[in-house]
Every structure is written in C-alpha cells, then in structure tokens.
C-alpha cells in the first residue's frame, strides 16, 4: 500500500509510491455488489462523499473500495453516466409508448428520480441532484401529471424535507387547484407531514391576493435554478466541511 497517514495535523496524505492502480477506485454497488470502477481523481473532484473515503485512515482509502450497500444499482449506474457525460437518464429500457402513459409506470419514474436525487444527497452532490431535478420537470412536462401519494412516500423517507425536492413537490400541490370534495378524496393517502406544509402555505396565503401569489409562484417554478442547490463561497466551504463530517460518519457507520 503506498499511503501513509500522517494525524499530527490532520489528515495529510503522501502518496510515496505512486502506481496506476492509485488512480483507481471502486464502488461495490447493492446487496449484489455490483462493481463501478472509478478515475479516483474525477470522482473526488465531484463528490464530497467520495473525498473523504479516498481522504481519510479508513479501511476504504487503503483498499480503496467504497461499499455501498444500500444504493440501487441502475440508480448508481446513471449517477456513473452523469460523472462521465454530465447528463442523466432514468428512463426504464424496453418500455413502450403506451405504457409510459399508464400511472404504473408513472409512479416507477417518479420513484426513480427520488431515489437518484436521495443518491445526489447522499454522495453529497449538489450537481448530479440539481440535473436531476431538471430531468424531473422536463419529464413532467412532457407527461402532465402530478406526484403520487406513493412517491410522496418514498421522498418523505429518503429525502431531505428541507430539500429542494420536496419544495418543488409542495409547489405543485400548492398550485393544483383541487376542488374540496376531490382534495379530501386525493389526501387522504398523503403523508401528515405534507398535508401540514400545505396546510401552512394555504393558511399564509388567506389574506393576500391569491392570484398575484399563483402568479409569482409560477414565475419561481418556471425559473431555472429555483430548484437547485447553488452555494456562495462561505457556504460552500461549511458544505464541504459537513459534507467531510457526513461522509466519514456514513462511512464509521458502515464498519
Ligand atoms: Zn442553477
């Protein structure tokens, strides 16, 4: 092994004997370890997560194998594809136009740009979670529909409710314009939490004018970066500080 740890003053690494093999890191993807084979520098350049794994004294940086477990394996494939061409697809292979209109494979679509957007959180990377969610809007654009009580689901337990994300499903839910009687039939599958936040906008918004509201909402929604994470300077040195913190521990967590 040709690194050497030295914990005087933090983590400093020399690289005493530098080889191909060094450039290298892998990611063992899901319970069937799936293998990605990674240029360790382009993938540290991109994700803090991956960083502080080739960073620290951990059993990864020597062996230089990240196991990730828990990640879906085509969700982490796309995420490989996004590092090496800076765009991502989701689209299920083999599915036909006709059933891309059923809510079936609707609702799978929704849960995989959850899921991708939850890896982009994960992997602390704020890019791959920002052309996600532009693949997101894109997507329902072209196929009109509003999330599912389902998706809602599947957010609330794998994203982050202060996320951009979940700001853009509450947007849309906000704007929809149920009817009462339908609204009382459609929440009665949604998650509490999301009902409140709804609750809470509805309830800000009783003496103002609802259509100047409607109006600026569409014109924040319409924006291209509403929806993504863009840090100042300051900020994005305390994110890498705690993306560095976060990293590790997922990575302590994982021993
Ligand atoms: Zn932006």
Same mark, same amino acid.
């Given at each position: 092994m040709a690194l050497t740890?030295?914990?005087?003053?933090?983590?400093?690494?020399t690289r005493t004997k530098p080889d191909d093999e060094d450039d290298l890191l892998?990611?063992?993807?899901?319970?069937?370890?799936?293998?990605?084979?990674?240029n360790r520098g382009?993938?540290?350049?991109?994700?803090?997560?991956?960083?502080?794994?080739?960073?620290?004294?951990?059993?990864?940086?020597a062996?230089k194998?990240?196991?990730?477990?828990?990640?879906?394996?085509?969700?982490?494939?796309?995420?490989?594809?996004?590092?090496?061409?800076?765009?991502?697809?989701?689209?299920?292979?083999?599915?036909?136009?006709?059933?891309?209109?059923?809510?079936?494979?609707?609702?799978?679509?929704?849960?995989?740009?959850?899921?991708?957007?939850? /890896?982009?959180?994960?992997?602390?990377?704020?890019?791959?979670?920002?052309?996600?969610?532009?693949?997101?809007?894109?997507?329902?654009?072209?196929?009109?529909?509003?999330?599912?009580?389902?998706?809602?689901?599947?957010?609330?337990?794998?994203?982050?409710?202060?996320?951009?994300?979940?700001?853009?499903?509450?947007?849309?839910?906000?704007?929809?314009?149920?009817?009462?009687?339908?609204?009382?039939?459609?929440?009665?599958? /949604?998650?509490?939490?999301?009902?409140?936040?709804?609750?809470?906008?509805?309830?800000?918004?009783?003496?103002?004018?609802?259509?100047?509201?409607?109006?600026?909402?569409?014109?924040?929604?319409?924006?291209?970066?509403?929806?993504?994470?863009?840090?100042?300077?300051?900020?994005?040195?305390?994110?890498?500080?705690?993306?560095?913190?976060?990293?590790?521990?997922?990575?302590?967590?994982?021993?």
């Amino acid at each position: 092994m040709a690194l050497t740890v030295d914990h005087g003053g933090g983590a400093l690494i020399t690289r005493t004997k530098p080889d191909d093999e060094d450039d290298l890191l892998t990611v063992l993807v899901g319970e069937d370890k799936h293998e990605f084979v990674f240029n360790r520098g382009t993938i540290c350049k991109k994700s803090e997560f991956f960083r502080a794994a080739c960073a620290g004294n951990w059993k990864e940086s020597a062996e230089k194998i990240v196991h990730l477990p828990e990640a879906h394996k085509e969700i982490f494939g796309a995420y490989s594809d996004f590092l090496r061409t800076g765009k991502v697809s989701l689209n299920i292979k083999g599915v036909s136009d006709v059933e891309k209109e059923t809510n079936q494979h609707k609702k799978q679509m929704y849960d995989r740009f959850i899921v991708a957007y939850a /890896l982009g959180d994960m992997l602390l990377d704020a890019s791959f979670r920002n052309v996600v969610m532009d693949e997101l809007k894109s997507w329902m654009d072209t196929y009109r529909t509003n999330v599912f009580h389902a998706n809602l689901k599947t957010a609330y337990d794998m994203v982050l409710p202060s996320s951009k994300l979940m700001q853009f499903f509450i947007d849309q839910w906000v704007d929809a314009n149920y009817e009462k009687d339908s609204f009382r039939t459609y929440s009665e599958g /949604l998650p509490h939490e999301f009902v409140l936040e709804l609750a809470c906008v509805w309830s800000e918004e009783r003496n103002v004018d609802r259509r100047k509201r409607l109006a600026e909402r569409k014109t924040r929604r319409e924006g291209t970066c509403t929806y993504h994470d863009h840090q100042s300077a300051v900020e994005e040195t305390q994110y890498a500080l705690d993306g560095m913190d976060a990293g590790l521990a997922l990575l302590a967590a994982s021993h």
